[in-house]
């Protein structure tokens, strides 16, 4: 089915279409709560990976946004250069966190809707580089999506407004999300659209709106205040919630978390407080403009996308610029259009709508040559701006001196009328041609060819002209600034994401650690590994606490013991007891997650009134199924029933100094009580 999928900075949105019409896709709306059941929100997928300290593994969009304690937000932003991002014990790619968010959007498409989402055409901000564009390309690669195309999302809105209104005419984009502010100017002539002129801002979005809110909410308090990690992400929820309601309200009461203190905001201050931000936002289309030679009133309509531009002040400081209305919300959704507009060139690529798509080169692109006169470094371009693509085009050059053994080929993007040195140019890569012996540079002469493929891939190759001898051909897969990851490292760091340990050096079974040869725990090849274990849930909950000293049980600290548990054992089985008063003892937060739990499955409750509570389950379980127990108890009264508690390899201990869970073999204490044979 041809799908578009918007991947956005703070939400994104998949598409398909359906034959005759476009449908959105709600892959997450069973976790939004109610206070976010905004307009078409149950649409919206956050591009966000969360932790929990109340669920196991890693959590993906509106679960991990509402639920999570730790999240990892704008990962799109870190592709330009594939930034490090910390997830509990390692550090793993910002390519393999989108990778994570790709899989995570497949699934609930196959598991929520029974749709299949096996390729797509993925939108990349307009002024996205070459390495933020292949790294998107890498990343659906790696969570099984192959890209049709990457295509920019001013284009993609247009064509979603182009299909419905079914006119000609040019058209300005206005996008301002939750990362980026792009300005594109495009004209669409009889189903082909062309760029005209492109301009943005990468850093600026509704992130640093909430900032400004954020901030505002602070001095208004009148006292710094110091959060807790939970109360810092509710904070963060609160002041996006608060921006949210500030577009359609006049003013908004927030409470601030930790205290029963509520804040009125009102959307005047807010408009104050981002006043600089919305003229900076206005400076890309200004630019384009003047690119163009262009008045306002040259444009035909101008469509508004990305939820930062539905701030009321946003929108009337564009139509105030533009000197005229912008099309409304209703015609061109801010939200889904971007979506909308992917799925719509899925189609055309697929043959499934009777109409024609070019997708052009954001960039220049070329190599870096010494100007001889200057002996200055200047740009040379290969393929041109806006080219159609996929395109392919070649340039003869030639060393500087004789007997080069070999040449570094520099790979910018870059505007030919600007210096090469201009901050707006970008160095891709540097790339070695080799020659294959000492040659003067009459012979050393060479062709070099660059093809640039819809998808975002860009090849190198070098030619002799004398010999028509490859000295170079390469594909692009590093970058300058940063590295750039294969398909097989990304998956490889995407299995952190499945739910890895929450400590580094926890250790891992072995002979001298473990006990006797022969022991379940042995680690040696004729040994069998372990592969069930029993935890005595509510034991492991209370860690040691003492309820007469007003001690509390925590299940977090359980589910963190189950998660290591799993990972220094790989592939075993966990079945986890809880009695019933545990329920009754935790936090109402705990309690509900532990119904979770228990809905799930990861978690069985003994009825109240067993005989032997818990700890008869979970010797009885571990008996039947020769389970090792998992368990800081004795089990005095068991033992002479299930005397094998004391073998001394059935029984493990569980420690967590310093942040650090331990599991090591333990013999409980015997019990003093003679045996069912009188000893």
Excluded at 567 to 573: D, H, I, V, Y
């Amino acid at each position: 089915m041809a799908t578009g999928i918007d991947f956005g900075t703070t939400n994104s949105v998949v598409a398909q279409w359906t034959g005759d019409d476009v449908e959105v896709l709600s892959l997450d709306s069973d976790h939004l709560d109610s206070d976010w059941l905004y307009p078409s929100f149950e649409n919206l997928f956050p591009t966000i990976v969360g932790e929990s300290s109340l669920r196991l593994g890693t959590l993906f969009g509106w679960e991990a946004k509402l639920r999570s304690n730790r999240v990892i937000e704008a990962c799109k932003r870190m592709l330009k250069d594939d930034g490090g991002i910390q997830l509990r014990d390692r550090r793993i790619s910002a390519t393999a966190v989108a990778a994570g968010v790709f899989q995570a959007m497949r699934d609930r498409a196959e598991n929520n809707l029974l749709t299949s989402i096996d390729s797509a055409v993925i939108t990349v901000p307009a002024n996205a580089r070459g390495g933020a564009r292949y790294r998107t390309r890498a990343a659906a690669r790696a969570a099984g999506i192959q890209v049709k195309a990457l295509l920019n999302e001013p284009t993609a809105a247009a064509i979603s407004y182009m299909h419905d209104m079914e006119e000609d005419g040019r058209i300005m984009v206005f996008d301002w999300g939750g990362g980026t502010i792009d300005v594109t100017v495009l004209e669409h002539v009889d189903g082909v659209f062309e760029e005209l002129a492109s301009r943005g801002i990468t850093q600026l979005g509704g992130i640093e709106v909430d900032k400004r809110l954020r901030n505002l909410i602070f001095r208004k308090v009148g006292r710094s205040m110091s959060l807790s990690v939970g109360e810092e992400r509710e904070l963060d929820l609160a002041v996006e919630r608060t921006k949210i309601r500030l577009s359609v309200e006049e003013a908004v009461l927030t409470k601030i978390p930790g205290s029963s203190k509520l804040i009125e905001v009102t959307r005047d201050e807010l408009e104050n407080e981002i006043a600089d931000l919305v003229e900076q936002a206005l400076q890309p289309a200004r630019m384009c403009l003047n690119d163009l030679g262009m008045d306002p009133d040259a444009i035909d309509g101008v469509l508004m996308i990305g939820g930062t531009s539905q701030m009321p002040c946003v929108r009337h400081a564009v139509e105030r610029f533009m000197n005229d209305e912008t099309v409304p919300a209703d015609i061109c959704h801010p939200m889904t259009a971007v979506a909308r507009g992917a799925a719509i060139a899925a189609a055309i690529f697929d043959n499934e709508l009777d109409s024609s798509l070019v997708v052009s080169s954001m960039y220049a692109l070329g190599t870096g040559i010494t100007d001889p006169k200057t002996n200055k470094k200047t740009f040379s371009t290969i393929i041109k701006q806006h080219s159609p693509l996929p395109i392919s085009e070649e340039k003869k050059y030639a060393p500087i001196d004789d007997n080069r053994t070999s040449l570094s080929v520099s790979v910018w993007e870059a505007d030919p009328e600007k210096p090469l040195e201009d901050k707006e140019n970008f160095q891709l890569t540097t790339l070695q041609l080799k020659y294959p012996r000492p040659l003067p540079a009459k012979d050393a002469t060479f062709t070099l060819r660059y093809t640039y493929t819809q998808d975002g891939l860009l090849h190198v190759r070098a030619t002799l002209d004398k010999t028509n001898m490859v000295v170079l051909d390469q594909e692009i897969t590093n970058f300058t600034h940063g590295n750039t990851l294969t398909l097989a490292e990304i998956q490889r760091q995407m299995t952190a994401l499945e739910g890895v340990p929450r400590t580094a050096s926890a250790p891992q079974p072995s002979q001298s650690a473990v006990g006797q040869s022969g022991s379940i725990f042995h680690s040696s090849p004729e040994a069998s590994p372990t592969k069930t274990f029993i935890v005595d849930g509510s034991n492991i909950a209370w860690g040691g606490g003492d309820i007469r000293r007003g001690d509390l049980p925590s299940f977090a600290r359980l589910l963190d013991a189950v998660d290591a548990l799993k990972a220094e054992f790989p592939g075993a089985t966990a079945d986890v007891i809880v009695d019933a008063a545990l329920a009754h003892q935790i936090t109402h937060l705990e309690s509900e997650a532990l119904k979770d739990a228990m809905r799930s499955g990861l978690v069985t409750q003994v009825p109240a009134g067993t005989n032997g509570k818990a700890d008869r389950m979970v010797a009885t379980l571990a008996s039947r199924k020769k389970a090792v127990v998992v368990t800081n108890d004795s089990f005095k009264e068991l033992q002479a029933e299930f005397p094998w508690l004391l073998d001394g390899d059935r029984v493990l201990g569980a420690t967590n100094p310093g942040g650090v869970w331990l599991f090591l073999p333990r013999t409980p204490i015997r019990s003093k009580r003679p045996d069912v044979n009188g000893r």
